[in-house]
């Protein structure tokens, strides 16, 4: 009876304690398991509470594409539904993503900036690739000035390579007049350069180390953009932006993919051609040794950063690319990439 009696006194004092905001449990297993508690709900977050279905859209596929291609089939190989389909002008990528067709775009930054600045309900989000654009022309064009007349050949009036181009002849030769055309793939445009079709066209690093090496000496590289605008932002990953407020999980989910697919090629020599390898038929070509080895460098370990973001955009306002007045948190939404960094770290 006096057993039973204390086990009750002790219950009462229990519950008392526990309504008055007390606790029985020590101090250090509180701790644990307020952590353990803490670290699931990080790790969930991380896993994509949101849908697992959606589709990218992006242009032109050759080397830049491997690693969406390469996070792509790691999420569904997770049970995930991811699509990534072609389009042949950034235009329709905005399109699509304004009304839900796609849910991430792979294009120009500038006409995502201008989509943004227009009322599209778009979030740029991560790079796709570092700038790789090139300027070639036919050996006997020797400067600027000498495309005055001839035919140059750009992607679109939105695309990226196209107000890098307008932006260095305004800048190396304003009085200049060529006759512009467009060809919408990097990789059509070579092949035009290379018959005789066209004059001159800002290239993707892949097609224009194709042009050298099929081409020899009767084609010049008059300008390496890649080169002399390093910082310059070109290739984006954007997202519909009231998308991924409701899945916020899915975002970080592709972009950690992408971002440890970039990692490797930065780090393991042989990676980036394994994996050429393995997407050969989704390519446009096949690339060579050379080609290969200038892509290696060609992503940011740590993804974008709001400097470099800060740059682009002022370029690309200083062009008249896009109109003055758009700012840096009405276009881009960092926050999805720095919880992938702060899941898998920063080198």
């Not at 009085?175 to 990097?186: D, E, F, G, Q, R």
């Not at 994996?275 to 993804?303: D, F, V």
Request: proline share 3%; with cysteine; aromatic share 8%.
């Amino acid at each position: 009876m006096r057993l039973r009696l204390i086990s009750v006194t002790f219950a009462i004092v229990g519950l008392v304690l526990a309504a008055c905001g007390g606790s029985t449990t020590a101090p250090a297993a509180t701790a644990a398991a307020t952590t353990a508690a803490t670290a699931a709900a990080t790790a969930a977050a991380t896993e994509a509470p949101g849908t697992k279905t959606f589709v990218i859209s992006q242009g032109d596929s050759g080397v830049a594409n491997i690693p969406t291609l390469v996070a792509r089939d790691e999420l569904n190989a997770k049970g995930w539904n991811v699509k990534v389909v072609q389009v042949k002008d950034v235009s329709l990528s905005v399109d699509g993503m304004t009304r839900g067709e796609f849910q991430f775009g792979r294009g120009a930054v500038n006409a995502y900036m201008l989509a943004i600045q227009k009322g599209a309900p778009l979030k740029i989000i991560q790079q796709a690739v570092n700038n790789e654009w090139t300027f070639y022309t036919k050996e006997s064009i020797t400067k600027c000035a000498e495309i005055d007349g001839k035919k140059l050949a750009i992607s679109s009036e939105g695309g990226v390579s196209t107000a890098i181009t307008r932006n260095w002849i305004n800048q190396e030769c304003p009085t200049a007049k060529p006759s512009y055309l467009v060809i919408a793939n990097s990789s059509d445009r070579f092949a035009a350069l290379l018959s005789g079709q066209i004059d001159a066209s800002p290239l993707a690093t892949e097609d224009g180390t194709l042009l050298e090496e099929k081409g020899g000496t009767k084609f010049r590289k008059l300008a390496d953009f890649a080169r002399d605008l390093p910082n310059l932002e070109t290739t984006m990953f954007a997202v519909n932006g009231d998308w991924a407020k409701q899945n916020p999980g899915s975002v970080q989910a592709f972009l950690r993919a992408h971002l440890e697919s970039q990692r490797r090629i930065a780090t393991e020599s042989n990676y980036l051609a394994q994996m050429i390898e393995k997407y050969k038929s989704e390519l446009s070509s096949t690339p060579s040794p050379k080609t290969i080895e200038a892509y290696k460098a060609k992503w940011k370990i740590n993804g974008i950063n709001e400097k470099d973001m800060q740059y682009t955009l002022d370029f690309f306002t200083k062009s008249g690319a896009i109109q003055p007045g758009l700012t840096l948190a009405q276009c881009a939404d960092l926050s999805y990439l720095d919880a992938v960094l702060a899941a898998i770290g920063k080198k």
